[in-house]
């Protein structure tokens, strides 16, 4: 049995260490309005790659488009800040996922959508 994931790469190209970065997927189960949902990020170090994927761990039609802005911060900085995610091909914010008979979570993420 196949399944479709979609692989993440977050990479830092500058000078400092990213501490926070909180990114926005929003997820539309079918045919509801988006929920939105906030991947846990852990610090990045400078040059390095945080890598995560997303799956559909539900038993319907999955729409999800990761939103182009993230708040971050930097070692150094007092607080958080917007900034734009850098996306390499046009199809990058958007993932499409077929319903899936495989759970991967303890109890059920479909809840509460």
């Known amino acids: 049995m196949g399944m479709v994931?979609?692989?993440?790469?977050?990479?830092?190209?500058?000078?400092?260490?990213i501490e926070y970065l909180r990114i926005q997927v929003d997820v539309y189960f079918e045919p509801k309005t988006a929920t939105p949902m906030f991947p846990l990020l852990s610090a990045i170090d400078v040059g390095n790659t945080f890598r995560f994927y997303v799956i559909n761990d539900c038993n319907v039609n999955?729409?999800?488009?990761?939103q182009p802005a993230?708040?971050?911060?930097?070692?150094?900085?007092?607080?958080?800040?917007?900034?734009?995610?850098?996306?390499?091909?046009?199809?990058?914010?958007?993932?499409?996922?077929?319903?899936?008979?495989?759970?991967?979570?303890?109890?059920d993420p479909c809840e509460g959508r």
Request: aromatic share 10%.
């Open 5 to 17: 994931a979609y692989r993440y790469d977050i990479r830092t190209h500058g000078p400092s260490v």
């Open 70 to 107: 993230a708040m971050v911060k930097l070692a150094g900085e007092t607080r958080p800040r917007e900034i734009q995610l850098k996306q390499t091909k046009l199809t990058d914010p958007m993932m499409v996922f077929f319903p899936s008979p495989t759970k991967w979570a303890i109890g």
């Open 62 to 66: 999955v729409f999800a488009v990761l």
